[in-house]
């Protein structure tokens, strides 16, 4: 693990919030946690982008998955991009339309409560690590794009990469022919 990984803890239970902290800041994460979604809603612009994000289903009326399509906004506007950081929805319920929600949200993983300390920390290391890799490969991604933008006679605007081809929406024919051997 490396020593920068943050997690934000969202949890509407004061007592489940003081324990994850405890458990996390022991295993070397920084930790940020909050009883209150509106509290993070509002403090997300000015605070640094945590690495995870473990976020409960119930959080006092308030529906957890509302809460991390809304960081997740948030995120890409302030970014232009999709962010990197992880999100793990925490639950006592297995409700099949949870499941449905969290998989159509996209979130990175989901933890039963009650789950041990040990699955918690082995659940943010797993996101931390998903983290720096979707980071690595954002860097990859523009320093890509960079050295394309670079390139003579290319339109960034009329550019988008399909793993490693590229396609060029308007001129297609002229850069077909850049690539054809002569």
Avoid: Y
């Amino acid at each position: 693990m490396v020593m920068s990984d943050s997690v934000l803890v969202l949890d509407d239970d004061v007592e489940i919030v003081h324990e994850m902290r405890h458990v996390l800041q022991r295993d070397g994460f920084e930790v940020e946690a909050f009883v209150d979604p509106a509290t993070v809603l509002a403090r997300l612009d000015a605070m640094c982008v945590p690495d995870v994000l473990l976020v409960d289903r119930q959080l006092g009326g308030v529906d957890g998955l509302d809460v991390i399509s809304e960081i997740r906004e948030r995120l890409l506007h302030r970014h232009r991009r999709r962010p990197s950081s992880c999100f793990i929805l925490m639950s006592g319920d297995l409700d099949p339309a949870l499941l449905s929600g969290t998989l159509a949200l996209r979130v990175d993983d989901f933890l039963l409560k009650p789950f041990s300390s040990q699955v918690l920390v082995a659940a943010c290391k797993r996101a931390a690590a998903l983290q720096r890799l979707r980071r690595r490969a954002d860097d990859a991604d523009a320093d890509w794009l960079d050295a394309v933008a670079r390139s003579p006679g290319l339109d960034m605007a009329t550019l988008e990469r399909e793993g490693s081809s590229l396609f060029i929406h308007e001129n297609r024919e002229d850069f077909v022919n850049l690539l054809s051997p002569v």
